[in-house]
């Protein structure tokens, strides 16, 4: 797949990951991002980075996003973590629940190269902005706080229920994460077959990128299935998908 292609499907998200934003956009800045929209259609990188540039410093939260993933990645642009970093906070600031997710993990994790020391505190806060507005990812990363008592008091079973939000929302990652808390016995009974349920409902909603972690964790766990139980987990994944997911 191109990066032409990913950089359209994130666009296509992006237009509609956005909580409550501060203020609304400008006049000036819904115009300019949709300029940016329709130079990017036709290849013209340069002019979609001027619009867009201008659309997020009008407070046009996805406009913000799409520069912080330009300069993540360097199209179009120099790659810059700063520059990135500067967007995404700008976009997270305006309720686009993407770039909080980004901003959230770099408070998280700190940076050296931004020179960013890690504040749970701001992490959690960029976090429940996506969480709030239903993003998965978001749902995910406070499991995640939750469960290794960052920022917060350890709380498996809080960590547990928005793992299971995220899951909900065909999130791979958070499906793979209780499987392995499943086989490992981590908060929950030790339960293989339910484990493998979840990496078997994991395969369903991985992308091109999470599919590699989906083998992985089937190379990892398949030595602990009996014969017969991967049969039985399948079903079991069935009626969690059927129950649990919508539409």
């Known amino acids: 797949m191109s990066f ?12 509609w990951s956005v909580a409550p934003a501060m203020a609304a956009p400008t006049t ?3 115009s300019a991002f949709e300029t940016g929209i329709e130079a990017y259609r036709t290849g013209d990188i340069a002019t979609a980075v001027t619009s867009w540039t ?6 046009h939260p996805a406009a913000g996003f ?8 360097g199209n179009g642009v120099e790659k810059s973590a700063y520059q990135s970093f500067r967007f995404y906070e700008m976009a997270a600031k305006e309720g686009n629940v993407q770039a909080a997710a980004k901003v959230g993990v770099i408070y998280r994790d700190g940076s050296k190269e931004l020179d960013i020391k890690k504040d749970y505190a701001l992490a959690m806060q960029n976090f429940e902005k996506g969480a709030l507005a239903f993003w998965p990812e978001s749902q995910y990363y406070i499991a995640d706080m939750y469960r290794r008592g960052l920022g917060v008091n350890a709380d498996r079973t809080e960590g547990l ?16 994460e209780l499987a392995r ?3 490992a016995g981590e908060g929950v009974l030790q339960d293989r077959i339910t484990g493998w349920s979840f990496i078997d409902s994991a395969a ?3 992308d091109k990128d999470e599919r590699k972690l989906v083998n992985t964790a089937m190379d990892k766990y398949r030595q602990r299935m009996k014969p017969g139980e991967t049969d039985v987990a ?3 994944a069935d009626t969690w998908v059927m129950e649990n997911i919508k539409g």
Do not use: D, S
């Open 234 to 236: 399948k079903v079991q």
């Open 161 to 176: 229920r928005w793992l299971l939000l995220a899951a909900k929302k065909r999130y791979a990652p958070a499906h793979l």
């Open 28 to 30: 000036e800045a819904n």
């Open 204 to 206: 369903r909603f991985a």
């Open 181 to 183: 808390i499943y086989f």
């Open 66 to 73: 799409l520069m912080g993933r330009l300069y993540e990645v």
């Open 54 to 59: 201008t659309a997020a410093e009008g407070g």
């Open 4 to 15: 032409r292609t990913v950089f359209g499907l994130t666009l296509a998200i992006c237009l």
